[in-house]
């Protein structure tokens, strides 16, 4: 059934709808099995309205979600690595490879691949994709690289399907000239781009961060750190992007990804920083593809994973998301555009434990609110922006076994 009527109704029959995705999980009926409840799906005037008790409800035949949220990929860099040949090492070593592949970045190529990993995107269930693209592919240049027209294009061309925000990956020093900075701030907002910027150890870190907040303050803009990606002590950037928040009282939203070296620190200091975390409004994005294959290098085999505190961050009231970042290239030479294959890796290396129905709303409800977006929870949600799984559990679902398919091509018969 692909067109809806509007004015009836209709039900999808024994299907299981995660309680964590619900605004209002008691006045949504159905019985409770786990995580999830159970029941026909009712739909009505297009949308989800309740659940009704089932004819079997022993065995469910889908699980329904909104679509999904990809908070952070790099659709600049992806699809890379096959033309790379023998590389490997630290982020360092990363970034220098990435560096010498840019000489292949045409306007052709760049489409070919970010195009390849929207669509692998959009087939994972995806109907929100936050991507990031490198700034300064030219160090010396004022203007903005090739990858952001074609990112912008590519946007532009799926509107109707996927929503794409553009994040501007800038280094410390891109900020540090004020009529430099502001021109970017103002090319940023002028494409509804997002403001992004990598801290790890600059020296001038601290400049820039501050410079961050005012261009995000003077031109309406969403900010997204690439921060403290490493493991090695004293990064101190998560900390300072949160006395930064606090002290400017911006109101965000502000995602931070990678933050490794949270690890690094326990006791009472790291209870001091999760609560100044909280205070900020930050959200943490936990990457943990990139993270385990960059960090923790030695001769022999890591035992440093470079894996942020997701269990400590998120009992401090601090808001955790999960996110995909590279594929196929030399930040991460495997992986896959699907975030519920990224969620599941974090489930196994961070000790998420089973129900796993909490953990949903990292790659739905809570990375559209660390995008800016209001969250889509299943009840009172338009059909077209719910999906199908063939899953009858919350585990079956996150082991992503099953491709997702829209609820409309599911509805089953019409009810007066
Ligand atoms: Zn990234």
């Given at each position: 059934m692909n067109m809806l009527n509007a004015t009836d109704s209709y039900v999808v029959e024994n299907v299981l709808v995660p309680?964590?995705?619900?605004?209002d999980p008691h006045g949504f009926g159905g019985t409770q099995i786990s995580d999830c409840l159970a029941g026909d799906l009712i739909i009505r005037g297009g949308q989800a309205v309740c659940l009704r008790p089932s004819?079997?409800?022993?065995?469910?035949s889908g699980l329904i979600t909104p679509r999904l949220t990809e908070c952070h990929v790099h659709l600049d860099k992806c699809?890379?690595?096959?033309?790379?040949?023998r590389i490997g090492g630290d982020l360092n070593a990363a970034m220098d490879a990435q560096r010498r592949d840019r000489?292949?970045?045409?306007e052709d190529d760049l489409r070919q691949r970010a195009e390849r990993g929207l669509q692998e995107l959009m087939s994972s269930g995806c109907g929100i994709v936050r991507s990031h693209f490198d700034?300064?592919?030219?160090?010396?240049?004022t203007s903005p690289p090739l990858s952001w027209s074609v990112l912008q294009e590519l946007a532009v061309d799926y509107q109707d399907t996927v929503h794409v925000q553009i994040a501007a990956l800038l280094n410390t020093t891109d900020l540090a000239d004020r009529a430099k900075a502001n021109a970017i701030g103002r090319e940023i907002a002028r494409g509804n781009g997002v403001l992004g910027l990598f801290v790890l150890n600059q020296p001038d870190r601290h400049a820039a961060i501050q410079v961050a907040v005012q261009l995000a303050e003077k031109h309406g803009l969403a900010l997204d750190f690439h921060v403290?990606?490493?493991?090695?002590?004293?990064?101190?950037g998560l900390e300072i992007i949160a006395d930064t928040l606090i002290e400017t009282s911006f109101q965000g939203p502000v995602l931070c990804g990678?933050?490794?070296?949270?690890?690094n620190v326990a006791g009472e200091p790291l209870q001091a920083l999760l609560d100044k975390i909280a205070r900020a409004g930050l959200t943490i994005a936990s990457l943990p593809t990139s993270n385990l294959y960059?960090?923790?290098?030695?001769?022999?085999?890591?035992?440093?994973?470079?894996?942020?505190?997701i269990g400590e961050l998120r009992t401090a009231g601090v808001p955790v998301v999960v996110g995909t970042d590279?594929?196929?290239?030399?930040?991460?030479p495997l992986g896959r555009h699907d975030p519920r294959k990224s969620l599941e890796l974090a489930a196994l290396t961070a000790h998420l434990?089973?129900?796993?129905?909490?953990?949903?709303?990292?790659?739905?409800t809570n990375a559209q609110t660390a995008l800016g977006l209001s969250p889509t929870t299943v009840?009172?949600?338009?059909v077209e922006d719910l999906l199908i799984f063939d899953a009858a559990s919350t585990s079956d679902w996150l082991t992503g076994t099953s491709a997702p398919k829209p609820l409309k091509h599911a509805l089953t018969g019409e009810i007066a």
């Open positions: 309680v964590s995705l619900l605004l004819t079997a409800p022993c065995h469910p699809h890379t690595i096959s033309r790379m040949g000489m292949f970045w045409t700034w300064a592919a030219d160090p010396e240049s403290d990606e490493g493991l090695h002590h004293g990064l101190d990678h933050a490794c070296s949270l690890i960059l960090q923790g290098r030695s001769t022999g085999t890591p035992d440093r994973r470079g894996i942020t505190r590279n594929v196929r290239d030399a930040f991460c434990d089973p129900p796993f129905g909490d953990l949903l709303p990292m790659i739905t009840d009172g949600t338009a």
